[in-house]
């Protein structure tokens, strides 16, 4: 992974800029609402079934099984689901993890909103967000452990 430290735009008085570029490159995948919904349903009951699926986002979402069924095989076609056939019975499995798709969308944000700069999201999610003092410990626990692991 790249890593590049740039001047920031005196407008915005930002702390200096990293850019991910080559992580940021690999991100090809784009998760739809629609998409989140079913793999959320996935990861906690796969190997499921489009009616399962159904069944469980109806009260939420109220699709029809045609629906559900159109989109997981799209989604299986994209390769965010796999699908084994059991007879007449198809099952769904995730093919992502959560954590790779949490990791797309946080990706796409910092590209479209920050420019693919990390310490503008963080810088903003701190000055923006009402974080507890406990949040606070925690985040700063986490940066000194990843410059541990860094360390060597």
């Known amino acids: 992974m790249t890593v590049r430290a740039v001047s920031t735009s005196v407008e915005m008085n930002l702390l200096p800029r990293f850019y991910f570029e080559d992580a940021m490159a690999r991100v090809n995948k784009e998760l739809f609402e629609t998409e989140w919904a ?8 796969q190997p ?3 009616p399962e699926v159904q069944e469980l986002l109806v009260s939420e979402k109220q699709w ?8 997981m095989d799209r989604m299986a076609k994209k390769g965010l689901l796999s699908v084994q056939k ?11 993890s959560k954590s790779e798709a949490i990791k797309w969308e946080l990706k796409r944000t910092l590209k479209r909103a920050f420019n693919g700069a990390f310490t503008p999201m963080v810088q903003f999610l701190v ?5 507890s003092e406990e949040e ?3 985040l700063e626990r986490l940066i000194q452990a990843r410059k541990q692991q860094s360390k060597g």
């Open 38 to 45: 079913i793999l959320k349903v996935v990861w906690t009951r």
């Open 64 to 71: 029809a099984y045609t629906t559900v069924k159109t989109l």
């Open 127 to 131: 000055e923006h967000e009402e974080l």
């Open 136 to 138: 606070y410990q925690y």
């Open 86 to 96: 059991i007879r007449n019975l198809y099952l769904y499995s995730a093919a992502i």
């Open 48 to 50: 499921v079934t489009a």
